[in-house]
Each structure stands twice: as C-alpha cells, then as structure tokens.
C-alpha cells in the first residue's frame, strides 16, 4: 500500500521534496512503514534521499524519481 501511495504521489509531483515525516503525514503512512518503504525503492534505483546539514536529528529528503539524472 505504502508504495503505491508514494509512487501514484511522486508521479504527479515528480520534483517534490520532502521530509520523511512530512511525507508520511501528507500521505497518512506511519513514518516506520514508509522509512521502509523508501529504503527498498531507493536500492531499486527509483529515489534518493539527502542527508541534510547536521541538526541533531537525521533529516532525510527525498527527491522523488530520478527523472533522467
């Protein structure tokens, strides 16, 4: 289900980025189940998460699909 939503939602906002907990409350996933889920799709080649400027948390962004990078 997660990958669904994430995929049906990143085709339509192929150049959002976002938080993983931003993203998993736009698109009401537990933020567990979607780090998962993202984890998966990252090592099958479909996002890429950034590791942002330490803030004392880990903030990851995910670019959504990698249109022709």
């Given at each position: 289900?997660?990958?669904?939503?994430?995929?049906?939602?990143?085709?339509?906002?192929?150049t959002?980025?976002?938080?993983?907990?931003?993203?998993?409350?736009?698109?009401?996933?537990?933020?567990?189940n979607?780090?998962?889920?993202?984890?998966r799709?990252?090592?099958?080649?479909?996002?890429?998460?950034?590791?942002?400027?330490?803030?004392?948390?880990?903030?990851?962004?995910?670019?959504?699909?990698?249109?022709?990078?």
């Amino acid at each position: 289900m997660a990958r669904q939503q994430l995929l049906a939602y990143y085709f339509t906002n192929p150049t959002a980025r976002h938080h993983l907990r931003d993203l998993a409350e736009r698109l009401s996933i537990d933020p567990s189940n979607l780090s998962k889920e993202l984890g998966r799709l990252e090592r099958d080649g479909l996002f890429r998460a950034e590791v942002m400027p330490p803030t004392g948390f880990e903030d990851w962004i995910f670019d959504g699909l990698l249109y022709g990078k």
